[in-house]
């Protein structure tokens, strides 16, 4: 049984530091990309980073310079250390393989006040 499972969001001030973490079982974790896609309240789901099988780093636009994504393919976690926050990366964050077939996480909630 496949299973992602996303942890460490919450509320956060403009200007502050989260880091989500994903823990996946059930894959052969370390032959998948993996991402992070962000949902917000009445807009699509979208890409915010992903990491190659070999660690090699992708951003949004947005996310450049704030936030960075790791893996750790023996303990089978993707992590995303997100700094400097901004109210407009406020939504459910979800930890997502970006193989076939696609597998994702129930996500974890990011808000962020102004």
């Known amino acids: 049984q496949v299973q992602l499972v996303e942890s460490g969001g919450g509320l956060v001030q403009a200007g502050g530091s989260l880091r989500l973490s994903c823990a996946v079982s059930g894959i052969i974790f370390s032959a998948n990309i993996m991402g992070w896609y962000r949902q917000a309240p009445g807009k699509q789901r979208e890409l915010v980073a992903h990491i190659t099988e070999v660690g090699s780093a992708h951003y949004q636009e947005s996310a450049k310079g704030r936030f960075t994504i790791f893996r750790d393919n023996a303990k089978h976690t993707v992590d995303l250390q997100m700094n400097s926050l901004k109210p407009e990366d406020s939504g459910i964050y979800y930890c997502?393989?970006?193989?076939?077939?696609?597998?994702r996480g129930q996500g974890t909630q990011v808000t962020v006040s102004s």
């Open positions: 997502q393989t970006m193989g076939i077939p696609t597998y």
